[in-house]
């Protein structure tokens, strides 16, 4: 008599699911669940344009948010359509679900932030073949320019002229229309807003390392890979932008799902003697050892090593 299997996957989509109803339950008595939510992107998303620091055009995609109500019920509502997306795109992904446990994520959800746009519009540059798709894509990316222009870049450079300029075309559309609905100016006005970005302890890390990583914000482009240099912009954007908030983090978690990069996210809690109240500033250390990794893991593949092959061979030619 054959023992049963035990369905591994099955247990952590279980899993997976009862921990996010847990949560989405937890919220109707947290107070303090969906701060950012309700202080920011609802103000913002329902028309007053100095309540959030998005760009203007952020509140057609904000269109959920619109119907939330001021009331206890935002959160929970607002949870249920984050998860239903994160799930989505774990499965759509293959990837094991108990991702949403990374701090990333508990971030996310306790904060009631954003970012399941940044990761909709990751999936469909990086999955969809159709350009004016992975255009839309840039649209959902550019929510948050402090966190995805540089993987925006990765993403064009090198692109054929046929394909490029069907991809630039959803966000040339966006931005004009904004400038019609918005005005000329509203860059000048929602850059001057941003100057009252209050300090947050969720940004302390990349406060910390900016300064240092800036100088090398050109290691993704080291790599010709697409998908890589994506990633790595992301990852270096986490160090490089002193605006990154560590809750941002679970974009490239989801995108590179490791078991180490779930159990790395909480490793900034080790710190916590050192710093007791804002441990947290040592949440950089993630994005940093998986910049190493996928560095170390394929340096064979780079545009660098590459070249010097190439100028090898025609030396030995």
């Not at 005005?183 to 209050?198: E, F, H, K």
Request: charged share 10%; proline share 7%; glycine share 4%.
């Amino acid at each position: 008599m054959t023992q049963p299997t035990i369905n591994v996957r099955r247990i952590a989509w279980i899993s997976s699911v009862l921990i996010a109803g847990t949560l989405v339950i937890a919220s109707f008595f947290i107070s303090m669940f969906g701060e950012d939510l309700h202080k920011y992107y609802m103000p913002f998303a329902k028309g007053c344009d100095t309540c959030g620091f998005n760009p203007y055009y952020a509140r057609w995609f904000f269109v959920p948010l619109m119907i939330l109500p001021n009331n206890e019920w935002a959160m929970p509502l607002w949870s249920m359509m984050v998860f239903a997306g994160m799930f989505w795109l774990i499965y759509r992904l293959d990837i094991n679900p108990l991702v949403i446990i990374a701090f990333p994520m508990l971030g996310q959800y306790s904060l009631g932030q954003v970012d399941i746009f940044l990761c909709i519009g990751f999936y469909l540059m990086l999955k969809s073949k159709n350009p004016w798709v992975q255009g839309l894509g840039i649209c959902f990316l550019a929510i948050k320019p402090q966190v995805t222009a540089l993987v925006i870049v990765g993403f064009l450079i090198g692109q054929k002229w046929s394909q490029l300029w069907k991809i630039v075309i959803p966000p040339a559309m966006m931005l004009l229309l904004s400038f019609l609905v918005f005005g000329i100016d509203w860059p000048v006005r929602w850059l001057s807003n941003t100057q009252a970005l209050p300090p947050h302890v969720w940004r302390l890390a990349a406060g910390d390392t900016w300064r240092f990583a800036l100088p090398f914000i050109w290691i993704p482009f080291l790599f010709e890979d697409r998908e890589r240099r994506m990633l790595l912009s992301i990852l270096m954007m986490a160090l490089a932008s002193p605006v990154f908030g560590t809750y941002s983090y679970i974009v490239f978690i989801l995108f590179y799902p490791k078991w180490w990069t779930i159990v790395l996210s909480y490793v900034w809690v080790v710190f916590t003697p050192i710093e007791p109240d804002f441990a947290i500033r040592f949440a950089w250390i993630l994005p940093l050892v998986m910049i190493i990794h996928i560095c170390y893991t394929n340096w064979d593949e780079s545009w660098w090593m590459r070249r010097r092959a190439k100028l090898a061979n025609q030396t030995l030619a």
